[in-house]
């Protein structure tokens, strides 16, 4: 097993250790300390929905009914514990993978897959959830949360002392986005302006085939460090902590206070896309290293441990995932192909003569092979 | 009327943009205090603040990724890019997401995002401050690439161009940016008699037309001047926009004249020219008294200042090209 896949606990926030067992921290735990019982479980089952739907994309991609999917097994903990960090008015900026974050939005997940099955580029509204379009050239989204807080500074909607008014923004990147030009500059952009944007870098060890210690010779969250923006690491698979050290984080920001990059910690259990081999560049000894220290099974424990679920809301809870799935099954294979005519739709916001000429010599073309009763009475 | 640069009329119409949409800002390098390197914001950092004239980082990736971010977030930036060999750090977010957002978001999302380019040569200057990439952004679906040839154009265009819902690439021709001219600063951009994607008739002419935008206007003006000493009238049309291209008035004129020879700075190959030689032929084959000629620059890179005005499609080789498609 290489070594930079294991867990590098230095400085490592956690709150909830991998066999289940909660762990104190001075600056950390206050900020848990009024999630319930029903908080708990609510984390729990947003990981388990975020994992049913993740399994059953990948199943749809298998049968054929995507053209690729990218798994976000194994990331639950990160992605649930950030997401639920956020305020409703805070604006999220997604990478690709963040299907738990979505799940967290409040958006119906099989809006992805539309994307996913080459119907549409993004199918969702991102208004309707201040949850933006998956950006999938790595590292691009950056700069736009950073422009988009830039925004919410002229806006007046940052350290107003209103924590109900005051807003930041979220963008979710992996280890791989932090070798990006972009990443840096939004870095250079955030500190200059102290715009309120938290930089979520979800570092799962591997940007398809390439190690961390591809990207990086030093621990990813020092990056932050040379740019002036507090930066930490948190074990990205303890979906405690990521609430903990994101709300932290967030509360900066909207406050005023400026940016934040966070490094979590985690593990990409799947491989990168549908597309990717892993067993060409991982060993199965890494993998199971990780397995032990899922992010779902350890809040199991806590759940069981501390009364907070009985094996009644359990088998309730894999009922809801059974039957989400089969909705998800369903909705996706009932996605209709879009009209042809479609593409030429939303080039521009207003007329543009060369694509509206070429949209009416392309409909013309295409009435050429119809036949010739369809035909009739078209000019 | 009023007489003002080019500069100076695109700084009125800059100043104009600012004062009737306080969701307009300008951002880039040394916009600021400075006015720019060539002071087309100059006085506008004092009027309207660092929030709406904003210096940025030396980053011009960052520049339009965090514009495309105030965008989304309801603002009109307008970038500047100091130089045109300075703009490919911006490409990808260019190409990638500024000109595709409104497409891939099914039109929910518009970002009127306006780049600022000062672009073309003959200025004296040292590498990557001469150069003429507008045919790579005209190639883009998704982004406006327009330019304008005279101090009435930068003032209206510029606004027009702020106004646009679709991001523009607002190519300015450096070179005359000194050149002045008669400006109407109570002109409405919005009731402008051409929009902001439509050629212009620069002059009336009947033997042959000259396609020319930015720089190369002027050159075409000089050539028509020139060529109508000789007896020989030459109708020379701004296109003001290369995405749109207003194929429809250059064809009009085409058709009357017999006659095309389109001229830019950039190199002739892959370029406009080509595009329009083409649109041109297909559109006007039985009207061509000659081939359509294209005069521009060669496939170099932009040469040495000692040598840019051999290399620069100056009076005499626009000339040239006149005297070879009237010899057919």
Redesign the interface.
Known sequence: MSQQAQIDDTDLVQLLTPTGQRVDHPDYTPRIAHLDAAALRGMYRDMVMTRRFDSEATALQRQGELGLWAQSLGQEGAQVGSGRAAAPRD?IFPAYREHGVAFTRGLELTKILRQFRGI????W???DHNF??Y?L?VG?????????????Q??GVVGTGDPDRDTATMVYFGDGATSQ??TS??L??AA?NNAPVVFFCQNNQWAISEPTSRQSRVPLYHRGSGFGIPSLRVDGNDVLACYAVTSEALERARSGGGPTFIEAYTYRMGAHTTSDDPTRYRSAAEEQYWRDRDPIERLRVLLVAEDAADDAWFAELDAEAAAYGEHIRSTVRAFERPATMSMF??????P????DDERAWFEAYQRTFADTSATTGVH | MTTLTLAGAINAGLRRALESDPKV?LMGEDIGALGGVFRVTDGLHRDFGG?RVVD??L?E??I????????????R?VCEIQFDGFIF?AF??IT??LA?M?????????LPVVIRVPYGGGIGAIEHHSESPEALFAHT??L?VVSPATPADGFLMIQQAIT???PVLFFEPKGRYWDKGEVDLDADPAEAPEGL?VARIARSGTDLTIAAYGPTVATALKAAEAAAAEGTSIEVVDLRSL??????TLAASVRRTGRCVVVHEAPVFFGAGAEIAARITEACFFELEAPVLRVGGFHIPYPVSKLEHEYLPGLDRVLDAVDRAMAH
């Open positions: 604006m549409d580029h993004g199918g509204d991102p208004k933006h379009l950006t050239v691009s989204h950056t700069l736009h949360a950073t422009g988009y807080a830039m925004g919410l002229r806006d030009g972009d500059e939004a250079v952009f200059v739709s939303d080039v521009y916001a207003g543009h003569a060369i694509v | 800002l929030d940025t980082p980053a990736s960052g339009v990724g965090t514009a495309i971010g105030l965008a989304l977030r309801g603002y930036p750090p990808d977010q990638t997401q595709r409104h497409y891939r978001s099914q039109g929910l999302i518009n679906p998704g406006r646009s819902p679709d994607g995405s749109p291209l207003d194929t429809a």
